[in-house]
């Protein structure tokens, strides 16, 4: 009994470690973030086989929006994107690009399925997976919304329609 006692002891000690570990590792990742150089440009297909780059975008904000055409949950979230008063506006007055990103090299199958993106957002597909392989992003999941200044500094990392309303509230003129 002491000896389960001892390991479920030691158990917890090395637990509350890990824990702690990750989360400074966090608050660090979240520091380094604010103060990281301008992500590297990288390049982009167009349905119409043009290409266009990260750095070609001068918006003052980008909206990096990784999704997928087959995905029911990208489809709720670029309804949601095109049912912000915010968002619509800020396209409108071009302060705000939205690139939707098919994160995949696989440009048949892009193409083949119908967008769920508005025509006013940029329809690109990641052929080279620049996004997905750079660790900046951090890529978990599909969708994810990542939003970049002028300068394509990261503001926001993967956040939600709320919070990024939130923000670019705050941020109109």
């Avoid at 637990?15 to 982009?44: M, N, Q």
């Avoid at 780059?53 to 997928?68: E, H, P, R």
């Avoid at 506006?89 to 994160?103: A, S």
């Avoid at 996004?131 to 939600?160: A, C, E, G, N, T």
């Amino acid at each position: 009994m002491k000896a389960m006692q001892m390991i479920f002891k030691n158990f917890r000690q090395v637990w509350l470690l890990l824990l702690i570990l990750i989360t400074l590792d966090c608050i660090s990742l979240s520091a380094r973030t604010e103060k990281e150089a301008p992500l590297p440009d990288f390049t982009y297909l167009l349905a119409s086989g043009k290409e266009g780059t990260l750095w070609g975008i001068s918006a003052d904000y980008t909206l990096i929006y990784l999704n997928n055409t087959d995905c029911d949950i990208c489809r709720h979230l670029s309804d949601s994107l095109a049912a912000s008063p915010v968002i619509s506006r800020m396209v409108g007055l071009k302060t705000l690009t939205v690139l939707g990103l098919y994160p995949d090299s696989d440009t048949a199958a892009w193409k083949a399925r119908p967008t769920h993106l508005l025509p006013a957002w940029i329809n690109a597909c990641d052929v080279n997976l620049s996004v997905v392989m750079d660790d900046r992003y951090d890529v978990k999941h599909i969708p994810s919304l990542y939003l970049l200044d002028r300068q394509k500094k990261f503001l926001l990392k993967d956040v939600s329609v709320r919070e990024l309303e939130r923000f670019l509230q705050g941020k109109q003129k």
